[in-house]
């Protein structure tokens, strides 16, 4: 039996991100991980493109993360905009002063690679890779954690940070609100003819949702959020005929499109799990909240919920308590539920009222555009919550 101060299953960028938090602190962390180290080491193109807040590329730094990523790589988010339909409304958040831009969009799979490399350039945890946890079960006395090879860890904490679709939830009789929307998610670079001007564009058409986030370039990740059985068809169509939909998809606002390499697809799926914390038990990233991706700041909150839970863990220490301290997982829990449910139950909202094609909800879309477009004030709450330049 492998022993160890805290277990963190998963090392996605929020299992790596806690696990480099708390280099230094003297205790020893496991992360356990279902894929091969190559996976680790030299992550694959997945598509997804993060839109880094201000708050996030600081903690970013702080774990020598952010360094390691080429700037050439980074494209500059200097404005959103909503729009729905052929609406003459549309709300637009920038910056009310200064250069700085509301965040970066940098690729998913380099900010894992850079959080992979801070981990090993620190030696602050031990990676456990091409393993599946099959079991996890805790009591106050510890933690202990089944692997699909009949190994065991034993841990004081045990940290899930598997996924929105966390089986180590369920095992921890742990519920969660899901919501499927029914739908899916296709991501793809194309590059158009018109410039974006750094502006991220969220459209909502009849039957469909578009959102082109500018890279570096006249080049933009476009994403298409439709029917399940609508992508299926996309992922299968030819570079030049899915070039084409897109094309018209986008009405020619950008002018005419070309696929730029591999496509991916997701479904739509929010998770909030109805607790972040057990005995000697924590929830962190999608395993404890898994956002509607129109706001962009699921990643963001993985991020803020791996900072929050090893800072309680580092003021523990400080304290001399335990690890697993129970008054200190309850801080985490609710702390981090206080920045992401307020935002978490809006996205939602949001997201149901720009996919109804019904004629009361395209009403009332019309009517928030219009008093959103009218009101400063709520752009500037929202652009402030965009950019996140405090803790």
């Known amino acids: 039996m492998t022993e160890t101060d805290i277990a963190v299953i998963g090392a996605g960028p929020a299992g790596l991100a806690f696990a480099r938090e708390l280099a230094g602190s003297g205790l020893s962390v496991t992360l356990v991980e279902r894929s091969p180290k190559a996976a680790l080491a030299d992550p694959a193109f997945d598509g997804r493109e993060i839109a880094l807040t201000h708050r996030s590329q600081a903690i970013l730094a702080e774990l020598d993360a952010w360094s390691r990523i080429s700037p050439e790589e980074m494209s500059p988010l200097r404005q959103a905009r909503v729009q729905d339909g052929a ?9 009310e002063s200064g250069d700085a831009p509301l965040g970066q969009l940098v690729p998913n799979h380099l900010i894992r690679r850079a959080l992979y490399e801070a981990v090993q350039a620190a030696g602050c945890a031990t990676l456990m890779t091409g393993t599946k946890v099959t079991a996890v079960e805790t009591s106050p006395k510890g933690g202990t954690l089944t692997l699909a090879d009949g190994g065991q860890i034993r841990a004081r904490l045990v940290v899930a940070a598997d996924t ?99 496509r991916h697809a997701y479904p739509l799926v929010a998770t909030y799990a109805r607790r972040f914390v057990g005995t000697r038990f924590a929830l962190i990233g999608d395993a404890a909240v898994g956002m509607h991706p129109v706001t962009a700041h699921g990643f963001n909150f993985g991020l803020a ?82 950019m996140q330049k405090v803790a």
Do not use: C
């Open 164 to 262: 929105r679709f966390s089986q180590a939830r369920r095992q921890m009789g742990i519920a969660a609100s899901m919501r499927d929307f029914g739908k899916s998610m296709l991501v793809a670079r194309v590059a158009h003819e018109k410039p974006h001007g750094g502006i991220a564009t969220e459209w909502f058409g009849h039957g469909q949702t578009v959102a082109l986030l500018p890279l570096r370039g006249d080049v933009s990740s476009i994403v298409l959020t439709l029917p399940a059985r609508q992508i299926e068809a996309l992922m299968a169509a030819s570079p030049e005929a899915f070039a084409a939909d897109a094309t018209r998809r986008t009405e020619e606002r950008w002018g005419m499109m070309t696929l730029l390499g591999t």
């Open 305 to 386: 919920g791996a900072h929050r839970l090893a800072g309680e863990i580092r003021a523990s220490l400080m304290r001399g308590r335990d690890v697993a301290d129970p008054g200190a997982l309850l801080r985490y829990e609710m702390a981090h539920r206080a920045a992401t449910f307020p935002l978490f139950t809006a996205t939602n909202a949001i997201a149901a009222l720009y996919t109804d094609d019904r004629a009361p909800a395209r009403l009332l879309r019309s009517a928030v555009l219009r008093a959103g477009a009218a009101l400063s004030p709520v752009r500037r709450l929202v652009t402030a919550q965009l």
């Open 87 to 95: 609406s003459p409304f549309v709300l637009d958040f920038a910056p």
